[in-house]
């Protein structure tokens, strides 16, 4: 199966501009009561209208010829999208009547005769599926993945964002959010935009049924994913720090770690707190799904849990583990008795789901610290290696994870090695022999057409090239 490589990343045609003006409003907004900048950006999309992506471009605005020199937004952001029909968030609605697979999805799950563009749970990440008394005149949900997807709901805001005075200096915040506008510029709310649909929040559930039906398994890897979308906005850098370069994207790599696991964590504590069943995606797949031959690498493994029992996916909270000594030193401890607590108590026939719950509330919290502190923090070579290093010395647990961990392995190093350090101009003199040892890395998990080969997984090759790095980074 191909590997999911869509992310939404926008930027409101105004740039990535870090700073925030001064709060000059004295009206209360209607929003201030909700918990969070999702919950209090949902609120405002009720009752507003979807404008379409259209009314995003004409020539004086997101759907000019060439780029605009000198000005905060490209000018040319809607083409980008567009990319000639082919952008990937344009056609992710086309793909539910294009695609035989998607029409054997959904007969699969919701009947024989069930056609995957009218059912509401393939809609609510494919397109932006808006109540039609909601449709303004230009809206069309042939466009996808469009603007207002991600930006929300325009409304209010597609006036007064096109006077950048008055959008980003006199206006709050929050009153840009009451206006319906969802701020991308933020790397954590980017990330938690992002999350909704590339892990299933809230409505947008993704389970073991559509995995079983034949859907992708759903992977997100913000830095890296940046790159596999038409960039539509400038250079990330020029409007978060201009001396930031391409630390930039250790940043976004660490940022969306972080986020990922708080969320996957708030959804194992909401289903703990139900009477639910445990859905079987949040268990490593190729714990079931792997062919039985003759040697294995799995009898040799430390075993996690009762033989025989699918194991929690814990490939996200791997990758944050190197983090933690970086930013979270005096909370180490503590996030990793309680991912302990979680891999002890979840389990398909007699789950403890009090201390699911408890321990993935408590993870949740500390990921929201740890993804806070990484969006703060300025990233350079020093600390782009050790992360590094801290992925190749942990190799024999991460590689026993299985597969997702070592998918989200490589996707590490090449947000960290390729985006990072290399894109930096400050390469090792053995900057060949990495690239060599992270090709390796990718040959062993994706085939040519960057398949996922994840019947061929073997955790003893993968800790082998992992402890090549390791060597070849000894002397850096």
Not at 195 to 209: E, I, P, T, W, Y
Request: aromatic share 8%; with cysteine.
């Amino acid at each position: 199966m191909k590997i999911a490589l869509l992310a939404l990343v926008v930027t409101g045609g105004l740039g990535f501009a870090a700073w925030q003006p001064a709060d000059r409003s004295t009206k209360k907004p209607h929003t201030a009561g909700a918990s969070t900048y999702r919950d209090r950006f949902a609120q405002t999309q009720t009752n507003l209208t979807a404008t379409g992506a259209s009314s995003c471009a004409s020539s004086m605005c997101h759907g000019g010829a060439t780029p605009r020199p000198g000005e905060v937004f490209l000018g040319i952001e809607y083409d980008l999208w567009y990319d000639r029909g082919q952008g990937t968030h344009f056609r992710a609605y086309k793909v539910l009547y294009e695609d035989e697979r998607s029409d054997r999805m959904a007969k699969l799950l919701f009947g024989p005769n069930a056609v995957a563009k009218d059912q509401a749970a393939c809609r609510t990440c494919h397109a932006f599926d808006v109540e039609p008394r909601r449709h303004g005149r230009a809206f069309d949900i042939e466009d996808g993945v469009s603007c207002e997807a991600c930006h929300g709901r325009s409304e209010k805001w597609n006036g007064p964002h096109q006077n950048p005075r008055v959008w980003r200096k006199e206006l709050t915040d929050d009153q840009r959010t009451e206006q319906g506008f969802y701020d991308t510029r933020n790397l954590v709310r980017r990330a938690e935009q992002c999350l909704a649909c590339h892990l299933g929040v809230g409505d947008k559930s993704f389970g073991h049924r559509m995995l079983a039906a034949g859907h992708p398994p759903l992977t997100f890897e913000l830095a890296g994913d940046l790159f596999n979308v038409p960039k539509h906005w400038r250079d990330e850098q020029s409007y978060i720090s201009p001396d930031e370069g391409s630390w930039f994207h250790v940043r976004v790599w660490a940022v969306g770690q972080a986020v990922t696991l708080r969320e996957e964590m708030r959804k194992l504590a909401s289903w703990a707190a139900s009477d639910a069943d445990v859905d079987y995606a949040v268990f490593e797949c190729y714990a079931c799904h792997h062919d039985l031959t003759v040697p294995s690498w799995r009898q040799r493994r430390e075993v996690v849990g009762k033989l025989g029992e699918p194991v929690w996916n814990a490939a996200t909270w791997a990758m944050c583990g190197v983090l933690l000594d970086l930013l979270t030193s005096e909370q180490r401890d503590e996030i990793r008795k309680q991912v302990d607590r979680i891999g002890r108590s979840l389990n398909i026939r007699s789950a403890d789901r009090a201390a699911v719950r408890s321990a993935a509330e408590s993870v949740a919290s500390l990921a929201s610290v740890l993804a806070e502190r990484a969006s703060q923090t300025r990233f350079d070579r020093a600390a782009t290696f050790r992360m590094i290093r801290s992925l190749t010395r942990d190799r024999e647990r991460i590689a026993q994870l299985g597969y997702r961990a070592g998918v989200q392995t490589f996707s590490a190093l090449y947000a960290l090695y390729r985006l990072g350090i290399a894109e930096s101009g400050s390469v090792p003199d053995n900057h060949t022999a990495i690239l060599g040892a992270l090709g390796n890395l990718r040959d062993l998990l994706y085939d040519a057409q960057r398949n996922e080969r994840a019947g061929d997984y073997d955790a003893l090759a993968l800790a082998k090239i992992l402890a090549e790095l390791e060597r070849l980074l000894a002397g850096v």
